[in-house]
């Protein structure tokens, strides 16, 4: 059986499938007890002064910033003609762009591709497969070839995707520990220019990530990364063990806090929800899936969420053009989804604006935020009511102006444009 036989990719929602044989998956969780010791024993030793700084964090007084913060996704596989009139429509000026090492035999093509956005600021994410994991030899080569090539485009490359889950080919911590310190002696020795970026840790497992900041292989992250979904739990203020996406974003920037291998700097470079009725594009069950409407208003409120923080430097949505989960449905034709409307609108209002805080009362959430001679306030409410607006111009979360003064608030944001006091 070979590594193609072992680990297939589900092109509709552009992950490895589950690895569904037992056998092979009772003889790798075998294989990696040591490890899986290790990370047991990390965690145990860190965890109450993990505790400790979680707790002090509450009295940290961050300074939120939007410059720079919005990012999207695109894949070459995606319409790849229409991706750049679209990113161009957008708007948004970060891009992250997957480049698999399965797919290595296409690299001319990726170049290609990439080298469209050569104006953008762009962070190219290496997607691994097993054989490269197991052979560190075939990775050195192709990871010099990968950056002897693009590092005239960008310098920055995230090393490394959902190493928590074994389909995308790492079993344990420490192989993934071992595929990094590869492009680290890459970077002291040939390219100390590159930011490199990991660990790459999905979902809201952070015992995972206290192993890849606390160990002692040579690695070090110039930025810290994460996939920080919370599509199972519905609404991003939503809780799960205590914690709503304010509250994980500022226990992970905690644990950071206590590593030495990672410069304090932290980026979400995946993060969505899934789209109703679009089995089998779809990643989740049905069960998780959310409308066109919520899908747009999740996403916006995610982000600004994630931007009061003060905590995460940039946000990338996975991704723009994908039926499942996308900002775009490209099946027949290019179909754009209301989110990305949402997004563009939330892109022409807090891009550059600044002095930003987040406060929410009896589930009334205000965002406040200052841009050039404007104050700018988002509001949304997770129970309807009904707001009136003077000396102000309104906006739907889609950019549409709302003529009345009499504005009824929802779950889904809306933007109050007021002029500045002289």
């Known amino acids: 059986m070979t590594f193609k036989d072992i680990f297939t990719w589900d092109g509709y929602s552009d992950q490895p499938h589950v690895i569904r044989d037992k056998t092979l ?17 990390t965690n145990a030793a860190l965890l109450p002064l993990i505790i400790l700084r979680f ?7 961050k300074t939120p910033s939007s410059e720079h913060f919005f990012g999207m996704s695109i894949n070459y596989d995606k319409a790849p003609q229409q991706t ?15 480049l698999p090492l399965s797919e290595m035999h296409r690299f001319d093509a990726y170049v290609t591709f990439i080298a ?8 190219i994410n290496i997607l691994q497969d097993r054989e490269h994991v197991e052979d560190l030899t075939l990775l050195h080569n192709d990871l010099q070839r990968i950056f002897s090539t693009l590092v005239p485009l960008t310098c920055q490359f995230q090393i490394g995707n959902a190493v928590n889950r074994k389909k995308w080919a790492f079993f344990s911590m420490d192989e993934y520990l071992q595929f990094y310190e590869v492009a680290q002696k890459l970077k002291q020795q040939h390219y100390p220019q590159l930011v490199l970026i990991g660990s790459s840790v999905i979902d809201f497992e952070y015992h995972y990530s206290v192993r890849t900041l606390f160990n002692f ?3 070090h992250y110039d930025i810290f990364s994460a996939l920080l979904y919370v599509d199972r739990r519905g609404a991003p203020e939503n809780r799960q063990m205590g914690l709503n996406l304010s509250g994980k974003i500022r226990l992970l920037y905690s644990i950071m806090a206590l590593s030495a291998k990672t410069a304090q700097r932290l980026i979400i470079t995946e993060t969505n929800w899934p789209r109703t009725q679009s089995a089998p594009y779809a990643p989740t069950s049905e069960k998780e899936c959310v409308d066109d409407v919520t899908y747009a208003a999740y996403m916006v409120r995610y982000y600004l969420i994630a931007l009061a923080s003060g905590r995460v430097e940039s946000v990338y949505w996975h991704q723009l053009i994908a039926p499942g989960y996308g900002l775009v449905d490209h099946r027949e034709g290019i179909k754009k989804y209301r989110a990305f409307d949402a997004f563009a609108t939330m892109l022409h209002f807090i891009d550059g604006a600044r002095a930003i805080a987040l406060t929410s009362h009896q589930n009334l959430y205000r965002l406040t935020c200052h841009k050039e001679t404007h104050t700018i306030t988002v509001l949304w409410s997770q129970q309807q009511q009904t707001q009136s607006f003077k000396d102000a111009e309104v906006y739907s979360m889609t950019g549409k102006r709302l003529e009345s003064t009499e504005v009824t608030i929802s779950q889904n944001p809306i933007y109050v444009i007021s002029k500045d006091r002289q």
């Open 25 to 41: 998956r009772r003889r790798i969780y075998r294989s990696t007890l040591v490890a899986q010791l290790k990370l047991l024993l």
């Open 55 to 61: 707790s002090l964090s509450f009295m940290e007084k």
């Open 84 to 98: 750049k009139a679209l990113i161009e429509e957008l708007g948004v000026r970060r891009l992250l762009i997957r």
């Open 116 to 123: 469209q956005f050569k104006d953008y600021d762009l962070l």
């Open 217 to 219: 292989y040579r690695v």
